[in-house]
């Protein structure tokens, strides 16, 4: 059974920072697109950003020029910078992984979710 394990989140005034990571397990064949996406109390889960293995990013225009999302391929890690944060920006963010693995399937996997609260 393959495990997202995240870190970071927590609780920051507007306009401060944090960064979220997930690391996929080292026992798998290789993981294609990772990426972070968000949802708030009654509302739909949105994609907040995603990354490819050749490191090709897309970004939700809500979230573009303050937040970055990188992957360090070597660690099977994703990261998300996530700077000058609004109380809009409060949501439980989870991680997605589309894996392979050493049979040659390929499935998507999720994180357990981070809370991320923006109050002053």
């Known amino acids: 059974q393959v495990q997202l394990v995240e870190s970071g989140g927590g609780l920051v005034q507007p306009g401060g920072s944090l960064i979220l990571s997930c690391a996929a397990p080292?026992?798998?064949?290789?993981?294609?697109?990772m990426g972070w996406y968000r949802q708030a109390p009654g509302e739909e889960r949105k994609m907040v950003a995603t990354?490819?293995?050749?490191?090709?990013?897309t970004q939700a225009d809500s979230v573009k020029g303050r937040f970055t999302i990188s992957r360090d391929n070597a660690k099977n890690t994703v990261y998300l910078q996530m700077n000058s944060l609004k109380p809009e920006d409060t949501a439980v963010y989870l991680c997605?992984?589309?894996?392979?693995?050493?049979?040659?399937?390929?499935?998507?996997?999720w994180g357990q979710g981070a809370q991320v609260t923006v109050s002053p």
């Open positions: 997605n992984a589309r894996i392979i693995n050493f049979l040659k399937y390929e499935s998507d996997y």
């Open positions: 990354i490819t293995s050749d490191g090709d990013t």
């Open positions: 080292g026992n798998i064949f290789s993981i294609k697109t």
